[in-house]
């Protein structure tokens, strides 16, 4: 057994052995930076939380907009294990550390991992307030989460990455948003490390790269769940056009966060139709 492997089995079973761990989930739901408030909407009932503080040795989220906690909660016949805030490479974790909340969550028995982020738009037909499903990353930015040991149990040593976000997940969101009459484009997310925000010339580098959208997390999560056998989709809410040259404005995190809160409705009807939409029937059977 692997260290990684042996501290995962530690934090599981001291959090079962605890009755911390109220269901085996279905899903796991990661809330990124202004999102968390779907945790506390009427859509997500919520059975029980965790702060993450209250987990030995775990990484604890340091800002601003994430608070830090697993909240286990249904959404419809869903059982849905939710990450209200995640944590970054930029605030000093190393990148197994980061993402050891989505492992821990796939111990939990998650077969589904929905990623949401705040992004920058790099695609200048994007606009702030955008919903953008996630069909590609490019992570040659970020140290893998993979690099080390491998855990044979997790996956294997060199996990194929043709395709990462599920079709069938992605042709799911697509119908949802089709229905809510909600414009969801599609497009490729690439991770940096942060957490400053790019220059003129990053972005123009990203974009001949072929990125649409640029941000500080999701990739190294996704590939992580993807050596676990997840299946996987991903939400982008872009919140700012990357770089301040073009949009013209200073870039702050305030601007992320009064961006998420405008979306917060239309992300709620989002996510919920979503959740509920997922056809669970031969998925990692």
Known sequence: MTDLKREL???????KVNNRIPFEPDIALVLGSGLGDYADSEAFIKVAEIPYSEIEGFP?????????RFVF???GDKKVVCMKGRVHYYEGYTVDKVVLPIRLMRRMGAKILLLTNAAGGINPTYRPGD??????????FMPSPL???NEDSFGVRF??????YSEMLRDTLKGCAKELEIDLKEGVYVQLTGPNYETPAEIRMLSRLGADLVGMSTVIEAMAAHHMGMEICGISL???MASGVISGA???HEEVKETAAVAKERFTALVTSFLRSIPMSGIME
Request: proline share 5%.
């Open 159 to 164: 996990p194929d990455m043709s395709l990462v």
């Open 73 to 75: 909660g249904m959404v």
């Open 131 to 140: 919903f953008v499903s996630i069909s590609d990353h490019i992570s040659s």
């Open 60 to 68: 604890v989220s340091t800002v601003s907009g994430h608070d830090g």
């Open 250 to 252: 200073v870039l702050s």
């Open 147 to 149: 690099i080390g040991p």
């Open 238 to 240: 872009v919140t700012n």
């Open 9 to 15: 089995e530690y934090k599981y079973f001291d959090l």
